[in-house]
């Protein structure tokens, strides 16, 4: 159990290496105001976990995880995109780190696992090399498969010698000797005095001074722990601590008969246990921040949420833009209609209006000529009526069954069936009532209509009373609501 209170602090210099590596620092491109909220965060709680102050750390640590899952990738530009993932890693990095420190370790390996993906292997290697190191650890201590163990501590080492980190080589191998390999204590001590004679990593003279403790080599243990000192006033106490512990591990075994020296002994192992318990106890508080299950549900949660939102908000949009494509197409496709429409009305008008014109002038010929003829009778003038001539009276202006039938075709054509549904929708129109319906959607006038239907202004004026009686008795001007119809039924 000690040797899991002090299993982080080894790693103090070397965190403090990998926090003032470039590849930890960003660019200075303007961001958003939440991504420079989420870097300030993250700073804030790596500046806490470096002075040993985990709570605060996990605190500013976790308002930054927040702040960063808040942000919409799509409103970032391409170079703040990159920099959001990478802080994001980073920030999942120290969280493990913190979560470890407070011996969650289980936690400690969900978050490294997280960060894994996020880091750049180029620009984040030292930070992707500590990753699976202490993924590798922490799937160690909590009793994790030993195959993946040692597949994670490989990993570590490839990266560490990719990058040329000879400290960091060293301190993979010594967690593999701890872990994967506890009967090799050769490897374990080599590694563990190069990390601290070489690099300085005061914390690894523990392990120096343990090993030599449990092989019972009194005299090499108590000449390492004239060394182990403190050199960061964050461990001062824990050195303190370490110091006076095996100090009386080493006067026991110098002298097992001193009764004294057993209840020294005695004594710090009490002391130890209440330090362990004490850190049970923040463990389990601190714990109910660490609900990384939990966190990652909400997380994907509110993420789909995000997701579904855009999809509706994409989609409704996509409807609208449709919609008023749909509704211009069917505009301007009404109003070509229309157009052609009024162009088909007025060209029949234009015929049959002409048509009427020549008749009546014809009509006007044979007057004149009648006249004539018998104006020359009066001053005794004998002529006689030439056989082709026949008086106004005989004249045959009117439409018969053929052309009306012709006319009603070419309008019900021109309108696109317009007329075949008129008849079809009120069957009561007669023969009669149709021919004034075509005269009167063609626009002729009350005129031309007695003219080609052989027939009176009054029986006109009857015929459309009929016909607006067979439509609809509420209808004012049947003229004008017999062209709507013809217009407005082809639309629909």
């Not at 080894?10 to 991504?35: D, H, N, Q, Y």
Request: proline share 2%; charged share 25%; net charge negative.
């Amino acid at each position: 159990m000690h040797r899991k209170t002090v299993v982080r602090f080894g790693e103090v210099a070397l965190m403090s290496l990998i926090f003032l590596t470039p590849g930890c620092r960003f660019g200075s491109s303007e961001s958003s105001e939440r991504l420079q909220e989420a870097e300030q965060y993250y700073q804030m709680g790596t500046s806490s976990n470096h002075a040993s102050h985990y709570e605060e750390s996990t605190y500013y640590l976790k308002q930054a995880e927040d702040a960063l899952l808040r942000i919409e990738p799509s409103e970032l530009r391409t170079e703040d995109l990159a920099r959001q993932k990478q802080l994001l890693g980073l920030t999942w990095f120290h969280l493990g780190n913190t979560s470890e420190s407070e011996m969650l370790y289980d936690i400690a390996q969900e978050y490294y696992k997280k960060s894994v993906p996020m880091l750049d292997p180029e620009k984040d290697a030292l930070f992707l090399t500590c990753a699976y190191r202490d993924i590798a650890r922490t799937n160690a201590i909590i009793g994790g498969n030993m195959d993946s163990t040692r597949f994670w501590f490989q990993k570590a080492a490839v990266f560490s010698d990719s990058i040329g980190n000879k400290m960091l080589s060293e301190d993979i191998a010594a967690y593999y000797y701890q872990y994967c390999e506890p009967d090799n204590k050769a490897g374990l001590l080599d590694a563990c005095r190069t990390l601290a004679e070489q690099y300085g990593v005061t914390t690894r003279y523990a392990e120096i001074i343990g090993i030599y403790l449990a092989s019972g080599q009194t005299d090499s243990a108590a000449y390492y722990l004239q060394y182990l000192q403190p050199k960061d006033s964050a461990y001062t106490y824990w050195f303190e601590q370490s110091y006076a512990y095996f100090q009386s591990k080493i006067l026991h075994q110098q002298k097992a008969s001193d009764e004294a020296y057993e209840e020294l002994l005695e004594l710090y192992d009490r002391k130890i246990e209440e330090l362990q318990r004490d850190a049970g106890a923040r463990t389990y508080a601190l714990s109910l921040h660490y609900d990384v299950a939990r966190e990652q549900q909400l997380a994907e949660e509110a993420r789909r949420e995000r997701q579904w939102q855009r999809t509706v908000s994409v989609i409704l949009v996509l409807l609208l833009a449709l919609t008023v494509t749909l509704m211009i197409v069917l505009w301007r496709y009404w109003q070509q209609r229309r157009r052609e429409q009024n162009a088909a009305i007025e060209a029949l008008q234009a015929k049959y209006t002409q048509q009427l014109q020549l008749a009546l002038e014809r009509l006007q010929q044979k007057v004149n000529l009648t006249r004539e003829i018998e104006l020359q009778r009066l001053r005794g003038n004998e002529v006689a009526f030439p056989k082709w001539l026949q008086t106004y009276r005989d004249e045959q202006l009117t439409m018969n069954k053929e052309s009306i039938d012709k006319l009603i075709l070419s309008v019900d054509e021109a309108l696109d069936g317009a007329i075949s549904r008129l008849r079809n929708e009120y069957p009561q129109l007669t023969e009669s009532d149709m021919q004034f319906a075509i005269l009167s959607i063609i626009g002729a006038s009350d005129s031309d209509m007695g003219i080609l239907l052989n027939v009176q202004k009054q029986t006109i004026y009857h015929r459309r009373q009929i016909v607006r009686k067979h439509v609809h008795a509420q209808i004012e001007d049947i003229d004008a609501w017999l062209r709507a119809y013809v217009l407005r039924i082809n639309f629909h």
